[in-house]
Nanobody
Framework: QVQVVESGGGLVQPGGSLRLSCAAS????????IGWFRQVPGKEREGVAC????????YYSDSVKGRFTISRDNAANAVYLQMNTLEPEDTAIYYC?????????????????????????WGQGTQVTVSS
C-alpha cells in the first residue's frame, strides 16, 4: 500500500525558514499531483501549494505566494516545500497529499489543485509553529 510521509516541521521564529519533505513509497501512475495543505483547529484544511509530476507546473495560494516554493525529485518520489519569511499565521499542521491524474483531472488541475477530491492519499501531517 502506498504511504505518504511528511517531515521537517518544527518551531521557528517569525521571519525564519523551514523545509518540509514529502516522501511516497511508490507511484503507480505517471501523472499525479502532489499538494501541500495546512489546517488549524476550527478551520477548514487550506491548499497551500501543488506541483504536477508531468510538467512541473506549480500552484500557490495567495497567502504564501512569493514566500513558499514547492519542488520535486521524481527519482526519489519526494516533494519539498521551502517556507521562507514565516509568519505566526503560518502556524498549522501541514499535510502532503498525492492525487493520480487522469486526462480530465490534468486538464482541470489549475482550477482544482486546492480541492480535496483531487487527491487520493494523505499523510499524517507535520506541525509547524511560528512563534517568538
Amino acid at each position: 500500500q502506498v504511504q505518504v510521509v511528511e517531515s521537517g516541521g518544527g518551531l521557528v521564529q517569525p521571519g525564519g525558514s523551514l523545509r518540509l519533505s514529502c516522501a511516497a513509497s511508490e507511484f503507480s501512475s505517471d501523472y499525479y499531483a502532489i499538494g501541500w495543505f495546512r489546517q488549524v483547529p476550527g478551520k477548514e484544511r487550506e491548499g497551500v501549494a501543488c506541483i504536477s509530476s508531468s510538467d512541473g507546473m506549480t500552484y500557490y495560494s495567495d497567502s504564501v505566494k512569493g514566500r513558499f516554493t514547492i519542488s520535486r525529485d521524481n527519482a526519489a518520489n519526494a516533494v519539498y516545500l521551502q517556507m521562507n519569511t514565516l509568519e505566526p499565521e503560518d502556524t498549522a499542521i501541514y499535510y502532503c497529499a498525492v492525487g493520480r491524474l487522469n486526462l480530465r483531472k490534468r486538464l482541470q488541475l489549475s482550477a482544482t489543485w486546492d480541492s480535496w477530491p483531487t487527491y487520493d492519499l494523505w499523510g499524517q501531517g507535520t506541525q509547524v509553529t511560528v512563534s517568538s
